[in-house]
């Protein structure tokens, strides 16, 4: 029987010597090749933003017999700004009509890129002159096109602490995670 899904009928056939001297009563079976369960799940994962499209993991068919099946994401990247995507299983492959497939979603969190800027400090003597503290600085692992002031740019000429606060400039600043630190 098979090798496809459905069901065959079994028909018996009867052999031996002296047939004639028995009543045969002739009954039909049945084998039944039903659908091969199987599931097929989208690939997951995260990241923190770095200004590019970023991949989940690949897309996996599993059960007791794939038959060659594949999966692909769909789609196979997201990004690159900061969200979370569903990322759906496609499936490929001869016969698909011989599966009972499940389909499991995934999704991918491409989430803000930590970020810290430290606004510049210093100190000096009184000259009569304003001064400059040093410069604003963005740290972190990705910082994109991010830049950062001084706010004030200068101080003085009078003695006396000044509180120099950082001011970030730059695109797509929704997708860094800012922290300010005077």
């Not at 995507?85 to 969190?109: C, D, R, W």
């Not at 002159?129 to 410069?135: D, N």
């Amino acid at each position: 029987v098979g090798p496809g899904v459905g069901t065959t009928t079994i028909s018996p056939v009867v052999s031996g010597p002296a047939q004639s001297n028995f009543e045969i009563t002739l009954t039909n079976g049945s084998y039944e090749i039903m659908k091969a369960p199987v599931t097929a799940t989208a690939g997951s994962g995260s990241g923190f933003y770095n200004g590019s499209t970023q991949s989940p993991s690949a897309c996996v068919v599993s059960g007791v017999y794939t038959g060659g099946l594949a999966c692909a994401n769909n789609p196979d990247a997201v990004g690159p700004g900061v969200g979370t995507t569903t990322i759906s299983p496609v499936v490929s492959g001869p016969a698909q009509s011989n599966f009972e497939i499940t389909l499991t979603n995934g999704s991918y969190e491409i989430r803000k890129a930590p970020v810290t800027a430290t606004a510049g400090s210093g100190s000096g003597f009184y000259n009569g002159s304003t001064q400059s503290p040093s410069a604003c600085v963005v740290s972190g692992t990705y910082t994109g096109d991010l830049t950062c002031a001084n706010n004030p740019a200068l101080v003085g000429p009078g003695v006396g602490t000044t509180t120099i606060s950082p001011v970030v400039n730059g695109p797509a600043q929704s997708n860094f995670e800012i922290t300010l630190t005077n």
